[in-house]
């Protein structure tokens, strides 16, 4: 759930028509790919943004400023986790500069088409990840605070309105390739399946809306944990440094700057500036009260949107301070430049821990797991679904071992637990293997060593 049918299709041609390596590392450089771009968009996203603010602030150093704020998004470590794996968060932060690119360029010259634009890709970044919905309020108030007489203009609103339902349309792939999608039905014995998906209207409209991670939206959590953690994360992720500059910046932005560093005459863009602040304030403020009530496992990854705030306030107080120093240009260069320390040092502290050229230990476990002597049609079973994939992988892509059936907790609503799954297991008659020794286990079967299984 929910489905990401854009990605898959994306990561189906691409897959395909790139000759290099195998399937799993092309789609890791998939990642890499949209990331990158994601990067390279933000510099003249960051240029459009500082132009609308600092409109007295020489071109060059706008143009500085946009260099290091891209670099210092780039070296972020949740991002860079992402930008290396085959997953769907560098695709998504993509659609997220993309669409806020295209807003600042028709906040600037008030072009229909760019707006158009930006309800298209509006709509294919829902066909993709639906968290996009949850920049609707910014980009709402950020029309409204701009030019609230597009919200007069119904022919205009409806053209939008077509763009962006229009890529919605795209959800049909799951109905048109489930009948031909091999692990959907997963047989168990003679004439009996286990049925991952089933291909009807309520089940695809449960798929798409989240299916069984529309539970993990908790209103209950303790909040004061759920901040501690987001604080956590955040800290980890530009370092205190960087969290004051942040905070510096969305303090300009929302107070005004000092008139000490501007000429007689020079104006600042009051209403570019609080438009500024609409977009990337409610940008964060919802995404962030999102993800402190919800409660899935891997909850870090949902804060990239929130860092790319942040680089963008870091940029903002960088853009104060060198129009404070504008009148000599030499400080200025240097007072950006000094920024660069930041991504430098975000880059030597996280390199060792991000690099995975060598993590090769999903392949070669299995590779050593599949040359045991496996009876035909055994049950694999492990209590951790990511400790399977790797086995699905080179049955359905590579094609081994086709005849073994992996299973794993939440496979199904119907097999929540790791005894459940044991007891479908057994149930079938068929020879069970545990892919790791755990302990506890004893409870609910007697496991001994086989080889590298148990």
């Not at 660069?340 to 999903?362: E, H, M, R, V, Y």
Request: glycine share 8%; net charge neutral; proline share 6%.
């Amino acid at each position: 759930p929910t489905g990401y049918p854009l990605y898959t299709v994306l990561g189906w041609l691409w897959s395909h028509l790139l000759p290099l390596g195998d399937v799993a590392y092309r789609m890791n450089l998939f990642s890499a790919l949209w990331a990158a771009l994601a990067v390279a968009l933000l510099y003249p996203f960051t240029r459009s943004l500082l132009r609308q603010i600092f409109p007295a602030l020489s071109p060059s150093i706008r143009r500085l400023i946009a260099i290091v704020a891209a670099i210092t998004f780039a070296v972020t470590p949740t991002l860079w986790s992402q930008a290396i794996i085959a997953e769907v968060y560098g695709l998504h932060i993509f659609f997220v500069v993309l669409i806020f690119y295209l807003l600042l360029t028709w906040g600037e010259g008030r072009q229909p088409r760019h707006l158009l634009l930006a309800a298209l890709t509006f709509g294919l970044s829902m066909t993709h990840h639906s968290t996009t919905l949850l920049l609707a309020p910014a980009i709402l108030v950020y029309i409204l605070v701009v030019d609230r007489r597009v919200f007069l203009d119904w022919r205009l609103l409806l053209k939008c309105l077509l763009l962006l339902l229009a890529p919605l349309l795209l959800y049909l792939y799951i109905p048109v390739r489930a009948p031909h999608t091999p692990y959907l039905r997963l047989p168990l014995t003679e004439g009996r399946d286990l049925v991952l998906y089933e291909n009807t209207l309520p089940n695809l409209i449960n798929f798409v809306m989240g299916g069984p991670f529309s539970g993990s939206v908790d209103f209950s959590v303790n909040l004061g944990e759920r901040l501690t953690m987001a604080w956590g994360f955040l800290r980890n992720e530009v370092s205190w440094a960087g969290a004051i500059l942040a905070l510096t910046g969305v303090v300009g932005l929302a107070t005004g700057f000092p008139a000490a560093g501007f000429r007689r005459g020079d104006t600042i863009d009051s209403s570019g500036r609080l438009a500024v602040l609409a977009l990337t304030g409610l940008t964060y403020i919802v995404s962030v009260t999102f993800n402190l009530v919800y409660t899935i496992g891997d909850i870090y990854v949902m804060y990239i949107p929130s860092y790319l705030m942040l680089v963008l306030w870091m940029a903002v107080a960088v853009g104060m301070g060198a129009s404070l120093v504008r009148r000599w240009q030499a400080a200025s260069v240097v007072l950006v430049l000094l920024f660069l320390a930041l991504p430098i040092g975000l880059f030597f502290s996280n390199l060792s821990d991000l690099d995975q050229s060598d993590n090769t230990s999903a392949r070669t476990g299995w590779e050593m797991l599949l040359a045991e002597p496996l009876p035909s049609g055994a049950i694999l079973i492990s209590n951790d679904r990511n400790e399977i994939m790797p086995m699905w992988y080179f049955q359905y892509v590579d094609g081994r071992r086709t005849d073994l059936l992996g299973l794993f907790p939440q496979i199904t609503a119907g097999y929540p637990t790791l005894g459940h799954v044991l007891d479908l297991a057994l149930s079938t008659g068929r020879p069970v293997y545990l892919v790791k020794e755990m302990p506890g286990i004893e409870i609910k079967v007697e496991a001994e060593a086989k080889g590298r299984l148990w």
